[in-house]
């Protein structure tokens, strides 16, 4: 932290604190004699000011993740380490390189597949900025929630593992639209423990299928739907860290 003294009201590049100085000429507290301004000024100070897309209720599938990185520093900002995680769920951060200057402001982006409507919480964060520990962790993260309500029409689970990671991906689901018995293919390129699930469009898991140790290679799950009530469901897999989505439609 740099600290820059000035008398008077000097104007400053970050927020200034105004110090009084008391001398005493009595017995009394003092007498004003002069007054001061320190300008605390930061040369490695950036963070994400906004989190500018989605916002509100969207459509899922795969998503614009877009953020606004401000430079809050004295120093034109070149470099920072923008890091972001979806529902707790940390996401690949990524050393951007920008020519930034003081109170200015850079944009990025990345892609999200948001497999299953529901409630989601994303939040952004810079580090090192200037390749340099941040001096101000204060203005460094912003939050977001948004509401997830489907899936466009066009997606399908080739298209969602492309995003999610391709430890696990599903196959074949029949039938869909199924009114009972659905059975589920799916594929590991490694050993993984595999948990699965049926999730309404609020995201709520609301039948467990399995949560067992496979091997690598093609598998199938069965799960009998017959009690679901008629509308839209996604079957979800996670496994290795990484999620496989695909939406059902059960029959009335």
């Not at 589920?184 to 299928?209: F, R």
Request: net charge negative; glycine share 10%; proline share 3%.
């Amino acid at each position: 932290m740099r600290r820059i003294l000035s008398k008077g009201s000097m104007a400053g590049y970050a927020v200034s604190l105004l110090c009084i100085i008391l001398c005493s000429t009595s017995s009394s507290f003092g007498q004003l004699k002069d007054v001061y301004t320190i300008h605390a000024s930061s040369q490695g100070d950036a963070g994400i000011s906004s989190i500018d897309n989605p916002t509100g209720s969207v459509v899922g599938g795969r998503t614009k993740v877009e953020f606004t990185i401000k430079n809050y520093g004295i120093d034109t900002l070149s470099s920072v380490v923008i890091n972001w995680e979806v529902n707790g769920i940390a996401q690949p951060s990524d050393t951007v390189s920008t020519n930034v200057p003081y109170d200015s402001n850079a944009y990025v982006s990345f892609v999200y597949y948001f497999s299953f409507g529901g409630v989601y919480t994303i939040k952004a964060w810079t580090s090192m900025p200037n390749e340099v520990a941040d001096e101000n962790n204060n203005n460094d993260t912003n939050i977001s929630i948004v509401t997830i309500y489907g899936l466009p029409a066009a997606a399908n689970a080739s298209d969602q593992n492309i995003f999610t990671g391709n430890s696990v991906s599903i196959g074949a689901v029949n039938p869909n639209p199924f009114t009972g018995n659905v059975i589920i293919n799916y594929n590991l390129i490694k050993n993984a423990q595999v948990i699965s699930g049926v999730y309404d469009i609020t995201g709520k898991e609301i039948q467990s299928i399995g949560n067992e140790m496979m091997g690598a290679g093609a598998h199938t799950l069965n799960f009998d739907g017959s009690a679901l009530p008629a509308g839209m469901y996604f079957v979800r897999l996670k496994a290795d860290g990484n999620m496989a989505t695909e939406k059902i439609i059960k029959g009335n």
